[in-house]
């Protein structure tokens, strides 16, 4: 027996609601964030906008909005894809971002990357590289940058010549899907595309901002974000794929690192006083920066006693913050002191021994409201007067 009409038609509107729901939940895809703010809150849900003074976000409890002043980062809760990139680009500010494919028409450089095409005013591009070494040789990029001059009169194509490369100097004027338009010598000569390793124009360099954002393949500072399920655009002119975002650190501009401040006020007075003044041993009693394992700039600070160092607040500071811990070269404890102002805030003894969870001994966050200095003293302790050297992990101003 047929079932009734009725009842065919029922299932088959039912059917086609339900393909309809799948697809607009498989079109919106989502974008599940960590917002974390200034006072230590963390707010988790689906990510509806981020605008120049506000952040949106759906959570279990309804929409939030956050104003970006009490906002310091912006994580996206999402796996990265794996990128092979075959161009790498550098702009004028610092950024850094890869892609598949790169085209330039106008005042506009378009680059292909998974989620589709990013574009940026030409302007703010001061390199691109093409990666020509293959997996089986290694995964750097030619170094040719460094052997260019400091000093430069005009912009540069890198072409390669057999199993070198030559720079030569020209006008770069445009990049299509097989060639690079360079003009030399009043003409203009079409470079076909597989004999380029790199680019160089000639351009000074720009202040960065000073917010962070994380792309896939990449990072840029920016002043001004902006992301809707449209696309994400930075300082209103590089636009991005909306699921290219992968993070924004707003207290990236926020954080002055001590390691990269100068002392205004600096006294070392080892055990043996007379050490300090040998040329060329003063500098191994005063404090030194931990270069990171991966080569970047680094944030610890190692400071042996006795030691008083005094640095100037930076304006609109908000706290001070680190965590110390016995240096591995300490041969014995220490006694630190830290004052704001000539007010002490923190003493404590550093013992040359483990640490309870491995980290250090956390301090802060300290208020610095109106504060001018910040002093800190390594001194003797326990272990007398040999050793005691201590490592101030990231000590840092957040404003």
Same mark, same amino acid.
């Given at each position: ?311 100037? /607040?930076?304006? *609109? ?6 965590? $110390?811990?016995?240096? !591995?070269?300490?041969? @014995? %404890? #220490? ?14 003894? /550093?013992?040359? *021994? ?6 250090? $001994?956390?301090?802060? !966050?300290?208020?610095? @409201? %109106? #504060? ?28």
């Amino acid at each position: 027996m047929q079932p009734p009409l009725s009842l065919l038609l029922r299932i088959m509107v039912s059917t086609l609601i339900s393909v309809s729901t799948i697809v607009q939940a498989i079109a919106r895809d989502d974008v599940t964030v960590v917002v974390a703010t200034s006072d230590g809150e963390k707010v988790t849900g689906v990510l509806e906008r981020i605008e120049p003074t506000q952040i949106r976000v759906a959570t279990e409890s309804g929409v939030r909005t956050l104003g970006v002043e009490s906002v310091r980062r912006v994580e996206c809760v999402r796996s990265e894809p794996d990128v092979d990139a075959e161009i790498t680009i550098f702009g004028t500010d610092g950024a850094r971002l890869t892609a598949t494919d790169v085209e330039w028409k106008g005042d506009v450089v378009s680059l292909t990357v998974p989620m589709g095409v990013l574009t940026m005013p030409v302007t703010g591009v001061e390199v691109i590289e093409w990666n020509r070494t293959s997996r089986d040789e290694g995964d750097t990029a030619p170094g040719w940058r460094e052997s260019l001059p400091d000093e430069m009169d005009s912009d540069v194509i890198v072409v390669t010549k057999g199993d070198g490369m030559q720079c030569v100097p020209c006008a770069i004027v445009g990049i299509t899907s097989d060639a690079v338009r360079i003009r030399l010598d009043g003409d203009t000569i079409s470079v076909k595309r597989d004999r380029v390793a790199g680019l160089r124009w000639l351009r000074e360099p720009t202040v960065p901002g000073g917010i962070l954002v994380t792309v896939t393949g990449g990072q840029l500072p920016a002043t001004r974000v902006e992301w809707s399920p449209e696309g994400l655009v930075i300082n209103g002119a590089v636009t991005f794929p909306a699921p290219s975002l992968r993070g924004v650190d707003y207290a990236a501009g926020r954080i002055a690192h001590l390691a990269e401040l100068t002392t205004e006020r600096l006294t070392v007075d080892p055990f043996f006083g007379g050490l300090a003044k040998v040329d060329g041993l003063v500098s191994a009693f005063q404090p030194r920066v931990v270069v990171a394992d991966d080569g970047s700039p680094g944030k610890d600070l190692v400071i042996r006693p006795r030691t008083v160092a005094v640095w100037r /607040v930076p304006p *609109g500071s908000r706290t001070f913050a680190t965590m $110390i811990a016995p240096a !591995e070269d300490s041969g @014995g %404890g #220490a006694l630190v002191v830290i004052a704001v102002d000539d007010n002490e805030v923190f003493r404590g003894s /550093v013992d040359d *021994g483990p640490i309870v969870g491995g980290a250090g $001994i956390p301090i802060g !966050e300290i208020p610095m @409201g %109106g #504060a001018r200095r910040l002093s800190i003293t390594v001194d003797y302790g326990r272990a007398g007067p040999i050793g005691g050297s201590v490592i101030l992990r990231d000590p840092h101003f957040t404003k």
